[in-house]
DNA sequence: CGTCTTATTGAGCATATGCTCAATAACGAG
DNA sequence: CTCGTTATTGAGCATATGCTCAATAAGACG
């Protein structure tokens, strides 16, 4: 079947679309290259989830397949790389000092906060990434969750704790019910992102003025939760 | 395609001899059979997406490759029965009829309501193939989010309006910041789902609190964005 | 048991897909 | 310009994958 030379000529007479050899900004030096391939696969595999081929990954970038596994030994391992770019190298190391600035008011450090990291998760490449990774089963969900917990989730019930007069949570053991408050906020700012990039439906207009609600209306929920709940020799 | 008629005859050894059918199939009758493959695919396909494989699916579901097609015409015909049977035929006519009864104080209605609806999105198979789905980009999530706005966000806020004395949404259009509520309630259930099915990690050991936890929330913070943004003529 | 209907099978086809490697050509040094 | 290094290419391989069809055999009925 290979054998079919006049079929394979016919179709590829010349370069009849855009952008063959037109960006053939040709022989990079390897750190270039292998950057601008890392780029061009987390937009790809954004788009098309990691089952997309390598072919058409190497078409969009506008080089041949070959040159692909020069820089990366296997589509395997260039998704492991587009992992580590996407989720570890965008966390900013600032957030949990702002988070825990007590000469700011609690619920404004909350609003400023999420208003910039929510941009992570409303990212189409962040947001989609994250969810082929997850349905794929890979590892590294479970690892952002744990970076979450330790450097958001922790803190910011601290900061509550404090806030509305309760003991710190090295005194008395952080609860279910806390814990799901924060999961709830960041469930519905990640979903703002889901509308957006994966049903396709209507966002909202003003997504910072969405996020501002959404931390408004966590924080006096976490008020009413941890009176609930935290009351019984809770208080300082 | 099947101008191809070169070899073709000469190469039909057949081979009679089969003793490795040893999970026999036993010859169903067409509706029966139609139904295991279309639930067996339905677990199939939320296990490894639209992505999985054919042959795949029929040596799980203990049938060959060839009998699947005799019952669907193709991989894509049977994807799109996945969908129908999953999210349009687990919708329960009753629910509407409970959201609205206003016999029943609306706190009480939105708990029971929730607790019984968020069993869709937090079944395993109902979570991932919306999932991929989604990201495939079928039409389906669309689909599903506007019947969800016409038989629950519509429904729910115009409960609301009632409850804390505001115009009802006939009179006065429903906004932004209240239909952002009804999104932010649904992200937090639907991630409890994602949380369990998707990204492997701890879910709350009792769901059924989390969600109760998670409606009086809603109700709050409903009861004080209505007043923040309704309240200029809002007023009965 | 024999016969007929049809549910079921699996080799096979055409194409898709991850990856290799010998050949090519772009850039820098002399 | 010449030459050497090496970034780049694309035909090609091995296997995967959606789907077809002639052959097979499991029941129903007499």
């Known amino acids: 079947m290979k054998t079919s030379p006049k ?3 016919a179709k590829r007479p010349a370069q009849p679309l855009l952008a063959t050899k037109l960006t053939a900004a040709k022989r990079l030096t390897p750190t270039l290259r292998a950057e601008r391939i890392l780029q061009g696969s987390i937009r790809f595999f954004a788009e098309h989830g990691f089952s997309g081929q390598t072919r058409e990954l190497a078409h969009e970038l506008g080089i041949s397949k070959g040159l692909l596994y020069r820089y990366f030994p296997s589509k395997e391992a260039l998704i492991e790389r587009v992992y580590q770019e996407v989720f570890l190298r965008r966390w900013s190391p600032t957030w949990q000092a702002e988070l825990t600035d ?8 909350l609003k400023t906060f999420y208003a910039d990291y929510a941009k992570l998760p409303l990212e189409y490449e962040w947001g989609r990434i994250y969810l082929f990774a997850g349905l794929a089963g890979a590892s590294i969900n479970r690892r952002y969750v744990r970076l979450a917990n330790e450097r958001i989730f922790k803190p910011v019930i601290g900061e509550l704790r404090h806030e509305f007069g309760f003991r710190p949570t090295e005194k008395l053991a952080i609860t279910e019910p806390e814990l799901e408050l924060m999961w709830s906020l960041h469930g519905s700012i990640f979903y703002i992102g889901m509308r957006k990039w994966v049903y396709h439906v209507k966002a909202p207009s003003d997504v910072d003025g969405a996020i501002e609600q959404l931390v408004e209306g966590f924080y006096i929920n976490a008020k009413n939760v941890m009176r609930a709940t935290l009351s019984h020799g809770g208080k300082t």
Chains 1, 2 share one sequence.
């Open 7 to 9: 079929s394979k000529s």
């Open 102 to 109: 007590r000469n700011r008011p609690l619920i404004e450090r």
